[in-house]
């Protein structure tokens, strides 16, 4: 029997998630869960990472009090982190994703040419990459890059907290727009254009690498595929000899895409919006970002502001409920993080002369509907770029517990959706620690137990 933890951590909310493996079986118990949001102050968005911090301590401390624990491992969202300076200061806070602006990316991109650096480094443009972070900071003359040792990815940040040491690991610095997509290896003529040092960035370390050990403890600090997205590919329950599945990752983003050896950096790959990440044992996560349940969440958000309190079931059957009204194209930048989600969908659909979604059930099917539709195409798309052809949706996340979303995933995109399990994130974040610690043997033993201790739900087309 071996236990470890598992620190799950979301833009909305994070977990102490503490993995059991008895030999054959693997089972999960979430022992704190702790909320998560952006702080604004004097106009900037950022992550309050010390009261996260001291929320994983008092997860680990819950956990120590039931059970021996043999190792930890942090999985985050990507591309944010923080300064580290001399004698172990913070050079700052940390800024949000949802900080940075379209102005500042587009003056980025015209620096290095937008072929060439989607060419270099497989990643879409968004306007929350590391790089243009970075190269924000070099135009606000931030006094960080000049007093900083090292830039540490949110989930070494942590790790680097619990233990004292800094690494990166692959999979979260993948993500940053800083790398060549395949020498995997830091981009030098980026940092040399960009005059930022590369110094900064510390030797990439793979996902399963032991990292020292809890501060007065004996407890391991593993390095697992730092990337929740990573994470998550880790626990989908597909059979990896076989071609004809893609995965999905649900939750406030969605990501879909696919496993693969070799990056897709062609312009027609750039165009549709695909980026190329690192996962497990030298794979390419050929991926694209679409917008997700953030456009829910926001609604909800707003509703409950205007005390109209609502579950996420209580909405979606009010959807299930009200009639089709309009499609929106979920991942204009329009909806990244407006003052108002709500009137923004109204004005999307009366820009469009659609119908205008008025009651929460309307507009809650009218996201819905987008998606799905959204899905249909970024599958499609990963049809033509591959050369694959898919029969299986494996969709793994909290939003696979969405049995209406899926329903219309599998009639949008006309394949066989499989959902779950829904702890995906932490089940493969846990993976990797059981097998750094060799109660698994292998990548492959681990994904069989998998697929033998959590259900999953199929729903087939209908139309």
Known sequence: MIHVVAFDLG???????????????????ELHRFPNQMAKVRGHHYWDSLRLFAEMENGLKIALQEVPIASIGIDTWGVDGTFVGPNDSIVGMPFAYRDFSTENMESCIRLFGREWLYATTG??????????????????????????????????????????????????ASTSQLLDARSRSWCNEIFDKLGVPLRLMGSLIEPGTP??????????????????????????????????????????????????HSPITTMDACNKGF??????????????????????????????????????????????????????????????NPPNMIE??????????????QTPGEIQRCILESLAHAY????????????????????????????????????????????????????????????????????????AVLRTSFPVKVYQPQR
């Open 123 to 172: 990643i879409q443009f968004w306007p929350f990459n590391t790089l243009f972070q970075f190269y924000w900071h070099v135009t606000q003359k931030s006094p960080a890059l000049a007093l900083a040792e090292q830039f540490l990815f949110s989930p070494d940040y942590y790790r680097y907290l619990f233990t004292g040491v800094r690494a990166t690991e692959y999979t979260i």
């Open 344 to 357: 923004e969908i109204q004005n999307a659909c009366r820009e469009t002369g659609q119908r205008v979604p």
């Open 11 to 29: 833009a909305s909310s994070g977990r102490a998630i503490l993995g059991t493996f008895d030999g054959s079986r693997l089972t999960l118990r």
């Open 211 to 260: 990292c020292g050990t809890v501060e007065n403890t004996n407890i391991a600090a593993i390095a697992v595929a730092g990337h929740d997205t990573a994470s998550a590919v880790v626990a989908v329950p597909a059979q990896r000899d076989r071609s004809d599945w893609a995965w999905m990752s649900s939750g406030t983003w969605t990501i879909i895409g696919i496993e693969t």
């Open 376 to 447: 249909a195409v970024a599958l499609n798309d990963l049809a033509s770029l591959t050369g694959r052809r898919f029969s299986t949706l494996h969709i793994v996340g909290g939003g696979c517990q969405n049995e209406l979303l899926n329903q219309m995933t599998a009639d949008a995109c006309g394949v066989t959706v499989v959902a779950g399990p829904v702890e995906a994130t932490a089940t493969g974040n846990i993976l990797v620690q059981l097998v750094a610690n060799r109660a698994l043997a292998s990548l492959d033993e681990a994904r």
């Open 275 to 336: 980026s190329n990440e690192g996962g497990l044992h030298g794979t390419v996560r050929f991926l694209k970002n679409i917008m997700g349940l953030w456009l829910t969440q926001e609604c909800v958000r707003l509703w409950r502001l205007q005390g109209q309190e609502f579950s996420f079931p209580q909405i979606n059957e009010l959807a299930r409920q009200a009639p089709s009204t309009a499609l929106i194209n979920v991942n204009d930048m329009r909806f990244y």
